[in-house]
């Protein structure tokens, strides 16, 4: 367990409405990654930060921004939900493995409809 | 372009009756393979890291082998609780951060 929650588990929503989910971690992990997960798409990498206030883009960041003010939190806003982000995200962190790589470990996913 | 395909989408097997998954990719240099489990409304779980060619991971009765150009999950003598979606992952060298190409994953559903 990589102590990863992440709040809403699951929200339905109008389109046009901002919208946040929180990913909220334990372990003082420096990365954190947002992933949304289709059918036919596999997970893709929407945002990732590297460090407080540190966040870059991933391959599907249009309409998405990120935030991160403290180590244990990495937000993702929906300024105006589509129809098209409907999908189930997941959040990541990563934590040294001793090879010369990190592993990531995943949280439980927030299933998000945009109606 | 870097991009990983797992075959088949999906496989049906009988209480043990083993079998292969396979997860092909091309990128540039590899730095890392991963593959994972997921079950249904649930994360991805960590299973292995393969980081070289004829590199080889195991446990209880899944075992990771990796190539040049592709990995082999072997499922000896499944077990119902063994259905999930397999992922398999890969991290290129020429990224600077620990981001990761996903595969669509291959469903694997075991019957007593």
């Known amino acids: 367990d990589a102590g990863i929650t992440q709040s809403p588990r699951h929200k339905v929503t109008e389109t046009g409405t901002p919208v946040t989910l929180r990913c909220h971690q334990t372990e003082n992990h420096r990365y954190m990654y947002w992933y949304r997960q289709d059918p036919g798409h596999g997970l893709r990498l929407i945002h990732y930060s590297y460090g407080v206030k540190d966040t870059d883009k991933g391959e599907v960041s249009d309409g998405y921004s990120v935030s991160r003010s403290k180590t244990e939190d990495f937000l993702l806003t929906l300024e105006s939900a589509t129809s098209s982000q409907t999908s189930v995200y997941f959040c990541a962190i990563s934590e040294r493995s001793g090879g010369s790589t990190d592993t990531q470990y995943f949280g439980p996913g927030t299933r998000l409809t945009v109606l | 372009e870097d991009q990983v395909t797992q075959s088949p989408e999906a496989l049906r097997l009988q209480e043990g009756e083993s079998s292969s998954l396979n997860c092909s990719y091309t990128v540039s240099g590899l730095r890392g393979l991963f593959w994972y489990r997921q079950d249904p409304g649930k994360g991805p779980e960590f299973l292995f890291t393969?980081?070289?060619a004829g590199e080889e991971k195991e446990k209880e009765r899944l075992k990771a082998t990796l190539t040049k150009k592709e990995s082999f999950l072997h499922i000896t003598a499944p077990k119902p609780e063994d259905s999930a979606t397999y992922l398999c992952?890969?991290?290129?060298?020429?990224?600077?951060?620990?981001?990761?190409?996903f595969g669509t994953g291959t469903r694997l559903q075991v019957f007593p």
């Open positions: 992952a890969v991290q290129p060298r020429s990224y600077n951060t620990d981001k990761l190409i």
């Open positions: 393969l980081y070289s």
